[in-house]
């Protein structure tokens, strides 16, 4: 079951503080430990991690050989091998359509100005190990970096007993160069350092536990990362045009991640927020994972029943989820009032495991608020560009002036000087 708010001004503030809230905390035994590992793998290198792998996963960093890919893509049944290719194929595409490109033109000073762009060197990518096994986020992630034109891309991964075939295979459809059995906070630290075989990465994307994610934070300026994920969330505004048993599924599909999970219904309609609240009873009930879907619906689900449907999309605006479902009679006409979402999901049938699998657009989304100023990954997260400028001296001339009156009201002497040696009578050619 949901709880089912009345949207009186107070009511939902408290559940949207209660959603902050558990974004908010964090763990700070988890970032004394990582603070440490971190630091030792910084100074020791390769020993180091060999000692936390061995402590943690009970096994040595090693990397997997090309040909354990190839046996990988063998042993995946044939219609995971087609989707897999299907999705890859589509986030390729969708990334190839958002490539910035290159380019210079002239100035109004007559100069040539414009910017280089290009893909980072290396990549790190974190697939988690373990019971969790998300092929797609291999794809997801590894994609659009390939898109970006990125020099090498490896992907690390916790050295589990068994390591898994879909995962694997996915490494390979993707384009993945190196793939190096290391996980934890120990692999975080020897790719932003480096550490003997490791290499260190300009970038590292993908989720990972709680140390993981502590990690990450600590490595943010050695190297770039793409957020700091905390727990899913999708939000659903809907009017009373609705399927309820779609909406209920949709909710469940995202409250089924963890108990940290965030699972809202926005609508102007109490009937349809009760169907959907008996939908949800119904559906938890033959579901596999029904144990945490409770947990989630019941400290972090609700149906706010709001006066109309701009209050919805204002109450949306402020939790910036990240995925926003517009199941009404016309989604489009409130797309124009969405400002905060990682991903919106316009109509019936357009459920948020579209996004999560096949559709294009990338899965790794801004949560916890965030959305309010993170974007999604794609190929823009693995470019960086360089400006370029070339002036000849008839076009340096003219304002050469300003220029030394701008560094002078600076104070910056030497920029100054900089211009007026090059206009002194002797460097006149």
Same mark, same amino acid.
């Given at each position: 079951m949901i709880t089912i708010i009345k949207a009186d001004g107070s009511a939902e503030r408290r559940q949207l503080d209660a959603m902050r809230a558990r974004a908010a905390e964090k763990n700070a035994d988890i970032e004394l430990a990582v603070k440490a590992i971190m630091e030792n793998v910084r100074q020791e290198g390769l020993p180091a991690v060999e000692r936390y792998s061995r402590q943690f996963d009970h096994k040595a960093p090693y990397e997997i050989r090309r040909e354990r890919l190839d046996e990988a893509y063998s042993a995946c049944p044939s219609e995971l091998i087609a989707a897999l290719e299907h999705a890859a194929k589509n986030i390729r595409d969708y990334n190839e359509k958002l490539l910035q490109k290159s380019g210079e033109w002239t100035s109004p000073d007559g100069g040539r100005v414009g910017r280089i762009v290009r893909g980072l060197g290396r990549v790190g990518i974190y697939v988690p190990g373990g019971t969790a096994a998300y092929p797609s986020s291999v794809l997801m992630n590894a994609v659009p970096a390939k898109v970006a034109g990125v020099g090498e891309i490896v992907m690390i991964t916790p050295p589990t007993e068994n390591l898994s075939d879909a995962v694997l295979a996915a490494a390979k459809i993707a384009g993945v160069d190196r %793939?190096?059995?290391?996980?934890?906070?120990?692999? %975080?630290?020897?790719?932003?350092?480096?550490?003997?075989?490791?290499p260190r990465v300009d970038k590292l994307v993908g989720p990972g536990n709680a140390y993981v994610a502590?990690?990450?934070?600590?490595?943010?300026?050695?190297?770039?990362? #793409?957020?700091?994920?905390?727990? =899913?969330?999708?939000? +659903?505004?809907? *009017?009373?045009?609705?399927?309820?048993?779609? %909406?209920?599924? #949709?909710?469940?599909?995202?409250?089924?991640?963890?108990?940290?999970?965030?699972? +809202?219904?926005?609508? *102007? #309609?109490?009937?349809?927020? !009760?169907?959907? *609240?008996?939908?949800?009873?119904?559906?938890?009930?033959?579901?596999?994972? =029904?144990?945490?879907?409770?947990?989630?619906?019941?400290?972090?689900?609700?149906?706010?029943?709001?006066? *109309?449907?701009?209050?919805?999309?204002?109450?949306?605006?402020?939790?910036?989820?990240?995925?926003?479902?517009?199941?009404?009679?016309?989604? !489009?006409?409130?797309?124009?009032?969405?400002?905060?979402?990682?991903?919106?999901?316009?109509?019936?049938?357009?459920?948020?495991?579209?996004?999560?699998?096949?559709?294009?657009?990338?899965?790794?989304?801004?949560? =916890?608020?965030?959305?309010?100023?993170?974007?999604?990954?794609?190929?823009? =997260?693995?470019?960086?560009?360089?400006?370029?400028?070339?002036?000849?001296?008839?076009?340096?001339?003219?304002?050469?002036?300003?220029?030394?009156?701008?560094?002078?009201?600076?104070?910056?002497?030497?920029?100054?000087?900089?211009?007026?040696?090059?206009?002194?009578?002797?460097?006149?050619?």
């Open positions: %793939v190096i059995a290391v996980g934890g906070a120990q692999a %975080v630290a020897a790719v932003t350092y480096g550490a003997g075989f490791i502590a990690a990450k934070r600590l490595a943010y300026g050695a190297l770039d990362i #793409d957020m700091v994920a905390g727990p =899913s969330e999708v939000l +659903v505004i809907a *009017d009373k045009t609705a399927n309820p048993k779609y %909406v209920a599924a #949709d909710l469940l599909s995202q409250a089924e991640h963890d108990r940290l999970a965030s699972a +809202v219904l926005l609508t *102007d #309609d109490p009937e349809l927020a !009760r169907a959907v *609240d008996g939908e949800i009873v119904r559906q938890t009930d033959y579901l596999s994972r =029904s144990e945490i879907m409770e947990a989630s619906l019941r400290d972090f689900g609700c149906a706010i029943v709001c006066g *109309d449907l701009a209050q919805c999309v204002e109450i949306a605006n402020e939790i910036a989820p990240e995925h926003l479902e517009i199941v009404t009679e016309d989604p !489009r006409a409130l797309l124009p009032l969405v400002k905060n979402a990682g991903a919106v999901f316009l109509g019936a049938y357009t459920p948020e495991p579209l996004g999560d699998y096949l559709a294009g657009p990338d899965h790794v989304l801004p949560t =916890s608020g965030t959305a309010r100023f993170f974007s999604p990954l794609s190929v823009d =997260s693995f470019l960086k560009s360089m400006s370029v400028l070339e002036f000849s001296r008839e076009a340096l001339e003219p304002i050469s002036g300003e220029i030394i009156a701008l560094a002078q009201a600076e104070k910056l002497t030497a920029h100054a000087n900089s211009i007026q040696v090059r206009f002194e009578k002797e460097n006149t050619p």
